[in-house]
């Protein structure tokens, strides 16, 4: 995340409001609409949105549709239904865009994946074993735990109906790469990812991106830096819903006085994360 927001940004009020309007209308709003709601040029207003938040106007738009859409398909009576509920004014928009904002055909996520293949593999890490998994679009998930049955298992309980498949050679070479990042982190990791939730998700989420290996965010100060200073609660539960343990490295974030929190991967993993990025 690219922001340099400050906890006294004289905008953030504005923008977090504008962020309330996109998430609680039927359609998106129109940028010249929330310009001038929030006091700015169209201009203006559209930097310091993308400043505060990470994302454009649109992007954010985007992403509370997305959210809308994979909160409705499962449980609406159609798939048209959920489309005109989340705010979609066509289906054939929305079709241009369902793969890019579910990563799979709409029937499939409606039905837990069915029908989509999800390669997937093991590898072993001086951190424990490590699950690499993508979809068509990318890594949608890396998992880790001391019992490779259960990293499994949790991708079973992710994609229910999909049929995931052994990787071939060409996938074995993502999953060495995150676990040379598990060894060298500073290394970096740079591998397509399938990136899938809440739009308050993906601003943590991605502000957690913008966090420099070796270096620490607080939860309080991740929360500042999406605008939304109060939210350390729904901070923390970002962290904990992160799929994608090491690309979107929510080991980074610790509590105000420096001490380790909570980790969905285990603290000792945590630990020995932090200390290798910090190793000169």
Same mark, same amino acid.
């Given at each position: 995340?690219?922001?340099?927001?400050?906890?006294?940004?004289?905008?953030?009020?504005?923008?977090?409001?504008?962020?309330?309007?996109?998430?609680?209308?039927?359609?998106?709003?129109?940028?010249?609409?929330?310009?001038?709601?929030?006091?700015?040029?169209?201009?203006?207003?559209?930097?310091?949105?993308?400043?505060?938040?990470?994302?454009?106007?649109?992007?954010?738009?985007?992403?509370?549709?997305?959210?809308?859409?994979?909160?409705?398909?499962?449980?609406?009576?159609?798939?048209?239904?959920?489309?005109?509920?989340?705010?979609?004014?066509?289906?054939?928009?929305?079709?241009?865009?369902?793969?890019?904002?579910?990563?799979?055909?709409?029937?499939?996520?409606?039905?837990?994946?069915?029908?989509?293949?999800?390669?997937?593999?093991?590898? /072993?890490?001086?951190?424990? !074993?490590?699950? =690499?998994? +993508?979809? #068509?679009?990318?890594?949608? &998930?890396?998992? @880790?735990?001391?019992?490779?049955?259960?990293?499994?298992?949790?991708?079973?309980?992710?994609?229910?109906?999909?049929?995931?498949?052994?990787?071939?050679?060409?996938?074995?070479?993502?999953?060495?790469?995150?676990?040379?990042?598990?060894?060298?982190?500073?290394?970096?990791?740079?591998?397509?990812?399938?990136?899938?939730?809440?739009?308050?998700?993906?601003?943590?989420?991605?502000?957690?991106?913008?966090?420099?290996?070796?270096?620490?965010?607080?939860?309080?100060?991740?929360? /500042?830096?999406?605008?939304? !200073?109060?939210? =350390?609660? +729904?901070? #923390?539960?970002?962290?904990? &819903?992160?799929? @994608?343990?090491?690309?979107?490295?929510?080991?980074?974030?610790?509590?105000?006085?420096?001490?380790?929190?909570?980790?969905?991967?285990?603290?000792?993993?945590?630990?020995?994360?932090?200390?290798?990025?910090?190793?000169?």
């Amino acid at each position: 995340m690219n922001s340099t927001s400050t906890p006294g940004d004289p905008h953030a009020a504005a923008i977090v409001q504008a962020c309330r309007r996109i998430e609680e209308a039927e359609s998106p709003p129109a940028l010249d609409d929330l310009a001038e709601a929030s006091g700015m040029s169209r201009f203006h207003f559209h930097r310091v949105f993308k400043r505060i938040t990470g994302l454009t106007p649109k992007a954010y738009a985007d992403a509370c549709r997305s959210r809308r859409i994979r909160d409705g398909l499962p449980s609406s009576g159609s798939i048209t239904e959920a489309i005109y509920a989340a705010g979609f004014d066509s289906n054939s928009r929305f079709y241009t865009q369902s793969y890019g904002l579910l990563g799979m055909k709409p029937q499939a996520f409606r039905q837990g994946g069915a029908g989509e293949e999800i390669r997937f593999a093991i590898g /072993e890490s001086s951190l424990g !074993p490590v699950l =690499v998994a +993508a979809t #068509a679009k990318g890594v949608c &998930a890396i998992l @880790l735990d001391d019992d490779p049955a259960v990293l499994v298992r949790d991708l079973q309980d992710r994609f229910p109906k999909a049929k995931l498949v052994g990787a071939d050679g060409d996938f074995e070479q993502w999953v060495a790469q995150v676990v040379g990042f598990v060894e060298h982190p500073r290394t970096g990791l740079d591998l397509p990812l399938d990136i899938r939730g809440t739009a308050f998700q993906q601003r943590v989420w991605q502000a957690l991106r913008g966090i420099p290996p070796g270096t620490t965010l607080s939860y309080t100060e991740v929360a /500042e830096k999406i605008g939304s !200073p109060k939210s =350390v609660r +729904a901070v #923390a539960g970002a962290c904990a &819903a992160n799929p @994608l343990a090491l690309a979107i490295p929510c080991h980074r974030v610790v509590r105000t006085d420096g001490s380790l929190s909570g980790y969905r991967w285990g603290i000792g993993r945590k630990r020995a994360l932090l200390q290798r990025e910090s190793a000169p």
